[in-house]
């Protein structure tokens, strides 16, 4: 492992929160921590600052990471301060009137990164990141384990970056320039793989948790699918988008069973609710979708 610095953090101003990690901005305005909560190892932490370190030296708009720290507790990586950010989400927040405007800009940096080429001895694969929670994970049953896996097998795998978190929290603007985070797990394979999450965030997820990660209700998020998927695909017809959004099911339940597996590091009972729901999108049925 990298050397790992204890920071202390009354030198700190905690500045942000989302679902995985809190970040604090450091007093004297030098850089900003970004710590992941105590149910994430520090390999975790290691993970997204090796990856954004190679990110930020690919020339892909990122801060630039620092070193790797923590409170004695928690883990994390310390990265280049962007003063007068806001994230896309924080603006959209506050000026609902551009919802369409960011969400366009946005469907065009993101096909940015997914039209670049990886280097893959430096970026793993989607597949070979998501394959051993699938396989190793307590929280699985063995029914559905073999059906991720065979759907897993099944996916094209072309060499083109993606981001691996990719939603309109993890982009920021300081009016000027924008910037990806969280990038621990930037990556390469099918662009369906990071479009997969913003689906599931905008149908599935509840209120309470889109205003705590997104600050702005499932409403609004809907609004933003289907404005950025017009937008990076241009579908003809209605026909088109939802046989897209039909096939993206099978990547929405490899992708919430990898984010679900990392977050308990695989230990615990299979959950029958998620795992109904996990085989629903495997049979491609979903809302909305014609089966």
């Known amino acids: 492992m990298n050397e790992v610095q204890r920071i202390n953090l009354e030198d700190y101003i905690q500045t942000g929160e989302g679902g995985q990690a809190l970040s604090y901005t450091r007093k004297d305005g030098s850089s900003m921590a970004k710590l992941f909560l105590k149910s994430y190892g520090a390999e975790t932490a290691e993970r997204e600052y090796i990856i954004s370190k190679a990110v930020y030296e690919a020339g892909i708009p990122s801060p630039r990471p620092i070193r790797l720290v923590t409170d004695g507790e928690r883990f994390g990586g310390e990265y280049e301060l962007i003063t007068n950010k806001r994230s896309y989400t924080r603006i959209i927040s506050e000026e609902p009137e551009q919802l369409e405007p960011l969400t366009r800009k946005f469907a065009t940096l993101a096909k940015e990164i997914h039209t670049k080429q990886a280097n893959t001895d430096v970026f793993p694969e989607m597949?070979?990141?998501?394959?051993?929670w699938i396989e190793k994970s307590?929280?699985?049953?063995?029914p559905l384990r073999q059906r991720l896996l065979e759907t897993l097998d099944s996916l094209?795998?072309?060499k083109t970056c993606l981001h691996g978190d990719l939603h309109i929290g993890n982009i920021i603007t300081n009016g000027e320039k924008d910037y990806w985070i969280d990038l621990g797990d930037f990556s390469w394979g099918c662009p369906e793989w990071d479009f997969s999450m913003i689906y599931f965030t905008a149908f599935y997820m509840g209120p309470e948790k889109t205003d705590w990660?997104?600050?702005v209700d499932p409403a609004t998020l809907q609004k933003h699918w289907q404005i950025l998927i017009q937008a990076y695909y241009g579908f003809k017809t209605e026909e088109e988008k939802q046989a897209y959004e039909k096939n993206l099911l099978k990547f929405t339940a490899l992708k919430l069973?990898?984010?679900?597996?990392k977050r308990y590091e695989g230990k615990g009972q299979p959950s029958p609710q998620l795992e109904a729901m996990a085989n629903a999108f495997l049979s491609g049925i979903a809302p909305g979708l014609k089966v």
């Open 127 to 132: 597949k070979a990141v998501v394959r051993p």
């Open 138 to 142: 307590s929280c699985i049953s063995e």
């Open 213 to 215: 990660i997104f600050h």
């Open 156 to 158: 094209p795998s072309p």
């Open 257 to 261: 069973y990898f984010n679900f597996c």
